[in-house]
């Protein structure tokens, strides 16, 4: 095998977000721009000659051409096995379990998640290590750093690899292996849920359901597993094939973004149950009929009831969140006399309470749940954990979440989104938010006395890593809260997230609007930070 050493100059912008390095197509098609930071990353691991590596992203546009790249500068590298996704397809959970089953060094996932696809439109990388979670943050902060000063990389000369081909090669000393992208995933599934439990109740049509999969990568795996594995009848999977540019949406399992789902959902013909994942597979909106579940009141009822799933018979040891998810998993884990760690927004940040057993089960607000049977969280995981959970219990997703709400409480949540802001001025909104902090305490609001108000910094009580300004919070002496964060996944401008959440054990308010409840709370969160005074916009982009 030929290996050239090609010399480059560096970028300035490659620094990762919340999750890998997400930029426009277009950067990414910037001469040796991916070939930079697949270099750098190689340049900062130490033992992976000889290893094995996954290689696999959503399907979007630029991934079939990004694969082939990052195969010769594996091969350059000294890799030995290449395992590369069927099509180039391997969802974000599926290559954390690849990573792990075949005791791979890692992976590179190509994705940018929800964020659209196409020529236009948002490209992504992320590096995952060998315990199948993605890189931490003094991993990634050495990548950026190595991708300041980078000035070559190597390449190996040979044919692209045919990735539309299940099959195996050899290349001198180097092993390829183009795999199916759902066996492995699927097999893994089987060995936590009630398979036969959930084939029945579908096949006896006591259970009906419907899945979104977004023209993203969880169709394949949707297909395979709902349709096939549990005989659910054909067309329960929709929008199945996966589309470079996800059929012109964003692939963000959303009731804004999920139409069709959502209307089917809220519908008099709705099925019982309904699902959708995102661009790489690792979100998931779960909907009953004419019932929608929101992410951290999803999470508490898995951590509620995972006993009754046969993958934690056992019960769960731990528990964990991201900070602006809501507080119903504190009161599960209160009530299970458990732990419950609280850690800064982004996957990653789970990573060592898994490897150190601390927890069994975490999640986010953002439609995003999983436990220690990989190091991502898992979209399908959680759908069947779901019609597991159903079947189980018999009963509604609806009745399900009224049992919750009866025995802990509900914590009304929402989270508002204003995107695409200008840099300078969200940077600055959110300057005078901070500069506001100190004089909060004690004050009453209408009503809401301020109890504390910070910037989230967390300390790892795994191995003591720091990481400073995780986002803005202001905490009531009631509990209500209100957070603020810049988000780290965007490519254009500033999105601004506005979490806000207040408890309640009144019945009489379970079923009213969120909107509706948490009003003098979203007029509060206006008044501290003036995104809408500051912008003329008149409402959020998204409200989830
Ligand atoms: C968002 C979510 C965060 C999630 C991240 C990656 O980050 O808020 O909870 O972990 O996306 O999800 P941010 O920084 O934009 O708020 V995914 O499905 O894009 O890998
Ligand atoms: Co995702």
Redesign the pocket.
Known sequence: MQITTVSSRPYNDQKP????LRKKVKCFQQPNYLENYIQATFDCMTDYKGQALVIGGDGRFYNRHAIQIIIKIAAANGCRQLLIGHQGLLS?PAVSHLIRKYQAFGGFIL?????PGGPDKDFGI?FNIASGSAAPEQLTDAIFARTLEINRYYRATFDDIDINTIHRLEIDTLTVSVIDSVTDYAQLMTEIFDFDLLRKVITNKSLSLCFDAMHAVTGPYAKHIFETMLSAPPGSVINATPLEDFGGGHPDPNLTQAQTLAALMFSPSAPDFGAAS???G??NLILGNNTYVTPSDSLAIMAANAQLIPGYHQGLCGVAR?M?TSQAIDRVAQYLNIPCFETP???KFFGNLLDAKKITLCG?????SSSNHVRE?DGLWAILFWLNLIAQKNKSVKEIVHEHWLKFGRDIYSRHDYEALDLTLATTLFNQLRDKLATLSGKNFNGYVVSHADEFNYQDPVDGSHSKNQGIRIRFTDGSRIVY??????TVGA?L?IYIERFTQDTTQFDTDPQISLAPLIALAEQFCEVKKKTGLKEPDVIT
């Open positions: 977000g919340t999750s890998g974000t994705s940018a998640s929800h964020n992320k995102d661009g790489d690792d979100r991201s602006p927004t982004g996957w986010e607000e953002s439609f995003g969280k964060r810049l988000s780290g996944t965007d999105t997230r």
